[in-house]
C-alpha cells in the first residue's frame, strides 16, 4: 500500500517549503517499451498513484508497444499491423514518455542519452534509478554471412517478409523455367526453436492460403527448410512435443534438417557442412527467401556499462534485479541475468518478463520509500510453454498437462491476447481473427519500404550507431576544450 509523499517519507526529501519547484524529485527512468519495459511503468504508475515527489519516464525507439506474439499475423494480414500494437501514450496515466534511440548511459553522471532521428536532437535524461528493460537483438554473430538473413522481430521485419514473398510468387508465376521457380519459392529458415517454429508453421499456412491466387503455381513449387543445430526442434520442450511438432511440419512438406549448424550464409543460399553429403563436399541450398531465428543476442548497448556482465553480455543482477555495483540500477527481461533460488537464470520468455516487472516495481519503490526490508527477490516456477504451429495447431505444457492441436492453439492466441493493453485493442484482435474465418488473406503487398529493408530496423547497424554517436560527442567534447 502506498502512502503519499511527506517531509517525513523515508528515502525522499522535500525542503521545508510550500513551492512545488523547491521540492526534491526522485525520478526513475526505464529504458525499453518491450514487455518488461511497459509492464514495468504500469506497476511504478500504480504504486506512486499518489506520490507528487516521484517522476517516471519512459525511453523507447518506437511509440507503440507490439506485441510481439501476434507479429506474424499482423505481417501476413490476418491481423491488421495497427491492432497489433498499442500507442504507448494511451497507456499512461502520468509517466513521461520519450521516443528516442538510447545511444548513451552515463552511469557516473547518472543520465541517459538519447536521439530521437540520426542527426537529430540528443535528449539527456538524468535519472536516480534507472531500469534498463532494452531488450535483446537479432544474435548475427554466430554464423558467418548472417547479415545476409532477414530478421524477424520488428513490425517492419513482418510487412517486409509478406512483400518479398508475394513479389517472389509474383515472379514465379511469370517465370516458365521450373528450377528458377523452385529457387525462387524455398524459403530457409535458421533456427528450431520456439520462434523458428512458430514462424515455420505460420508460413506454411499462409503460403498455402496464398496459392489459391496463383493457378499456374502449385505446392510442388514450394520449397520449406528448417536448420537446427540441436538434434531436434523445440529444445526448449520435453521431446514427445518436439516429436509432435516435427510430425506436423513433416505433414506439410517442411524439409528438417537437425544436429546441424549452417557453416555460412550467401547471398541467395546456405551453405550446410560437409558430413550432409556423405562425399566430402559441402551442400548448398539455394533460397531466395533466408530467415534468420538463431537466438537473441544482448543489446550492444549494455558492452559500453561499466558493470559486471555474463559471457552472453547480459547485466548481472542478484535475485531482487539489481546490480550489484550499483543500488539505483536494476534490469530485467532479454537485458538481465536474474537467478532463480537455485543460482540457474531465468529464461529470457514473455511470461516472466511480465512477473519480473511486477516484483521490479515493488523493489523501486521499497528502496525509494527507505524499506530495504520489503526488497524481495524474484521467485517464479514457468507455468508452461505454448508454440504454435499454423493451420489452428499448436503444442505445449500448461503445468503438468501436456497438450497438442487446436486447444494448445487456442491457449496460446487467448493467454497472448489478454496481456494485449487496452481492452479496445483486445476487441479489434479478436474482430479480426473472425474475419481471418470467413475470409484467406489477400496478396496486396504493403510497399512501405521498396527493395530495401527500412534502415531504422536493420539491426546491425545499430552497433555502428552506437559507436558513431560516440565518436561524434568525443569530437565535440576535444572542439569545446
Known sequence: MTQPVTSSTPGITRPNSHSESQRTVQRIVVLGGGFAGLYVVQWLEKLFKHHAGVEITLMSRNNYFLMTPFLFEAGSGVLEPRHAVTPVRRIFKRARFIEAEVEKIDLEKKCALGRHAPGGHEYEIEFDHLVLALGGVTNRSLIPGADQAIAFK?????????????????????????????????????????????????????????????????????????????????????????????????????????????????????????????????????????????????????????????????????????SKQHPWLWALGDCALIPDPKGNPYPPLAQHALREARVLAHNVAAAILGREKEIKPFVYETMGMLASLGHYDGVGRIGPVRVRGFLAWWVWRTYYMLQMPRIERKLRVVMDWTVALLFKNDVAKLDLFGERHPTHQDEPNQVERIKGAEIARSSKEIMSK
Open 154 to 322: 520488428t513490425l517492419g521485419d513482418a510487412i517486409f517478409l509478406r512483400n518479398k514473398i508475394i513479389d517472389l510468387f509474383e515472379r514465379a508465376d511469370a517465370e516458365e523455367d521450373p528450377e528458377v521457380r523452385r529457387r525462387l519459392l524455398t524459403i530457409v529458415v535458421i533456427g528450431g526453436g520456439l520462434v523458428g517454429v512458430e514462424l515455420m508453421g505460420e508460413l506454411t499456412e499462409f503460403i498455402d492460403n496464398l496459392l489459391r491466387s496463383y493457378p499456374r503455381l502449385s505446392r510442388e513449387f514450394v520449397r520449406f527448410v528448417l536448420v537446427e543445430a540441436h538434434e531436434r526442434i523445440l529444445p526448449e520442450m520435453e521431446e514427445s512435443l518436439a516429436r509432435y511438432a516435427a510430425e506436423r511440419l513433416w505433414r506439410r512438406g517442411v524439409n528438417l534438417i537437425t544436429g546441424t549448424r549452417v557453416q555460412r550464409i550467401e547471398r541467395g543460399k546456405i551453405v550446410l557442412p560437409a558430413k550432409e553429403a556423405g562425399d566430402g563436399q559441402s551442400v548448398e541450398i539455394e533460397a531466395e527467401t533466408i530467415l534468420l531465428a538463431a537466438g537473441i543476442a544482448a543489446n550492444p548497448l549494455l558492452a559500453t556499462l561499466p558493470v559486471e556482465k555474463a559471457r552472453n553480455g547480459r547485466v548481472v543482477v542478484d535475485g531482487a534485479m539489481r
